[in-house]
């Protein structure tokens, strides 16, 4: 029997109202001792808890009731809506765990409801998404997923693969009795089709990773440029150090930004150029690096001076750049060749400015936006899918029809990893019920 597990899902601090969740088999046992006789399923109802030793009264609380198997985790559970105080939180637990529960370890409650086949692993990581979004974008987002978006879409490929490995065994059957068949060629064309949507999926630009880590924006620029007049300007506060001493910031400067319901960090950094400061030196280093692994660079220079050599060569390995011409007020930026996209801007007039916010909130929703389908959302999606993608274009090419199906079971299994559900025995059995007509 599983233990019966107990947490607070109300957040910490003091409010009106805090919540304790249970769930496993001796649930409804613990709250009949606890609260009397347990109510209708799913309906709230007022109840004096008592102290199962003394019968001491240790709050007046609402009470839930979740019979299994339709519940959260799938198991037996319940809620209690205690008065918000830590000491009845604490009274209570205490006397839960008198009860025989013990506390919920992170995420288990999560992993019951994974274990009793209640979501499948794309959705329990979009419940904690959903817990973690902080923009209106992010939260789409995972409550798309959660709501079995990728989940659908995967557990789709796995029938459409399951299928085609069916076939690719069955056609390895025929062959050892020698009965023509053309079941192999129809698995491969099956399979070519289906690399075809992996691919085409994984090649969404990293959007949905995007959206949920965050962009990762760098303004760059030669010293005294404005960079950190531009950051404060974005940012609308005094994040960074501003002086007209050139080389004022020598380390990263990070502030949050919200661009379109997509969440950003951008972040100033030191002036590029050659010194012999060994404290620039390093903030120089750390000034490209941030470059490197930005999403977009906002390439900074003063009106009056034109764009340096240094920052150009930094913004050509850029995946998106824009083009800031600062203190706009101090003379006419220059003209540019056509193709690069050029804003000028000035932190004293605040001219620019939103038409800056504005490219920086469109180049966001092209790189973080959400679209009609649902993109994957980690790392850990992308490496299996790229693994199945890859066995799926072996197995096409494969010289042995054995070698072929491995692939394709390698392939299903790696797509598997990303939904956790790998059940190929009992999906292969019903197909070759199927197959095996006159066998
Ligand atoms: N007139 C005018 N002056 C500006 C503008 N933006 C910045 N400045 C001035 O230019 C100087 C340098 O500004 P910063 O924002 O510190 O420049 P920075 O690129 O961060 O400089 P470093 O830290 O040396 O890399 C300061 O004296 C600012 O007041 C602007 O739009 N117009």
Redesign the pocket.
């Known amino acids: 029997m599983t233990d019966t597990i107990f947490a607070k899902a109300s957040g910490a601090g003091q409010a009106a109202v805090a919540v304790l969740r249970l769930s496993g088999a001796a649930t409804a046992s613990v709250v009949r001792r606890l609260a009397g006789r347990l109510p209708e399923p799913r309906r709230a109802s007022l109840r004096r808890l008592r102290d199962p030793g003394d019968g001491e009264v240790l709050d007046q609380a609402l009470l839930l009731w979740f019979p299994g198997p339709a519940s959260y985790t799938g198991e037996d559970s319940a809620e209690l809506h205690l008065h918000g105080g830590s000491a009845v939180v604490v009274a209570v637990a205490e006397a839960l765990v008198r009860l025989g529960c013990r506390p919920a370890e992170p995420g288990e409650f999560t992993r019951r409801a994974f274990l009793h086949g209640r979501m499948d692993l794309t959705q329990a990581e979009a419940i904690a998404d959903l817990i973690a979004a902080e923009t209106a974008a992010q939260r789409r987002q995972a409550l798309r997923q959660a709501d079995g978006a990728l989940a659908r879409l995967y557990g789709g490929w796995t029938e459409r693969l399951t299928r085609i490995l069916a076939q690719q065994e069955a056609a390895i059957e025929f062959e050892m009795d020698d009965l023509p068949t053309d079941v192999a060629d129809r698995a491969r064309e099956a399979a070519a089709a289906l690399a075809a949507e992996i691919t085409a999926h994984l090649a969404d630009g990293r959007r949905g990773e995007r959206l949920r880590d965050g962009l990762s924006i760098a303004i760059i620029?030669?010293?005294?440029?404005?960079?950190?007049?531009?950051?404060?300007a974005l940012a609308g506060r005094e994040a960074?150090?501003?002086?007209?001493?050139?080389?004022?910031?020598r380390d990263v400067v990070e502030c949050r930004l919200v661009l379109a319901g997509v969440p950003a960090v951008i972040a100033?950094t030191?002036?590029l150029r050659a010194t012999i400061d060994a404290i620039e030196q390093e903030g120089v280093r750390r000034a490209i690096k941030r470059a490197e692994e930005a999403d977009l660079v906002i390439g900074?220079f003063?009106a009056d001076a034109g764009p340096d050599a240094e920052t150009l060569a930094l913004l050509r390995g850029a995946p998106e750049t824009i083009l800031v011409a600062?203190?706009?007020?101090?003379g006419a930026p220059p003209v540019l060749e056509r193709s690069a996209t050029m804003i000028a801007?000035?932190?004293?007039?605040g001219e620019g400015l939103p038409a800056l916010r504005a490219a920086l909130e469109a180049a966001a929703l092209r790189q973080a936006g959400l679209g009609d389908a649902p993109f994957l959302t980690r790392a850990r999606h992308r490496a299996a899918l790229e693994e199945a993608a890859q066995q799926l274009d072996q197995a096409r090419s494969a010289p042995l029809p054995e070698l072929a199906a491995e692939g394709y079971r390698a392939a299903l299994l790696a797509i598997g990893r990303v939904t956790g559900r790998v059940d190929v025995e009992r999906i292969l059995d019903s197909i070759f019920r199927d197959f095996c007509i006159g066998k």
């Open positions: 620029g030669a010293p005294n440029a404005g960079k950190s007049s531009l950051l404060n960074a150090i501003v002086s007209p001493i050139a080389g004022t910031t100033d030191a002036g900074a003063a600062t203190k706009c007020d101090l801007t000035s932190a004293i007039t």
